[in-house]
């Protein structure tokens, strides 16, 4: 059974920086696309980026210029570090591993961003 399971979420400050990781654990291919997602209260979950096995990387423009995504496929992991954080950052951040037939999705981490 393949399962994502995220960590690294907390308090922050505005300003501030965290570092998101994602091990992806079962039979998995390291060709496959891995995204993380976040969903903030009383809104619906939002794309962040995405990073092919290749390691081609993609962007919301909310994300672009301030977070990274970088994968490491000799430990089935992906990392987001997230800098400059703004309180709209606060959300559960989710790590979802895509293949032709599914996504499997993280439970998620929670990441605060507040004075």
């Known amino acids: 059974q393949v399962q994502p399971v995220e960590s690294g979420g907390g308090l922050v400050q505005p300003g501030g920086s965290l570092t998101l990781s994602c091990v992806v654990s079962?039979?998995?291919?390291?060709?496959?696309?891995i995204d993380w997602h976040r969903q903030a209260p009383g809104k619906e979950r939002e794309w962040v980026a995405s990073?092919?096995?290749?390691?081609?990387?993609t962007y919301a423009d909310s994300a672009k210029g301030r977070f990274t995504i970088s994968r490491d496929n000799t430990k089935n992991a992906v990392n987001l570090q997230l800098n400059s954080l703004k309180p709209e950052d606060t959300a559960v951040y989710y790590c979802?591993?895509?293949?032709?037939?599914?996504?499997?999705w993280g439970q998620g981490t929670q990441v605060t961003v507040s004075s």
């Open positions: 979802a591993y895509r293949t032709i037939s599914r996504t499997y």
């Open positions: 079962g039979n998995i291919f390291s060709g496959n696309t």
């Open positions: 990073v092919t096995g290749s390691g081609r990387t």
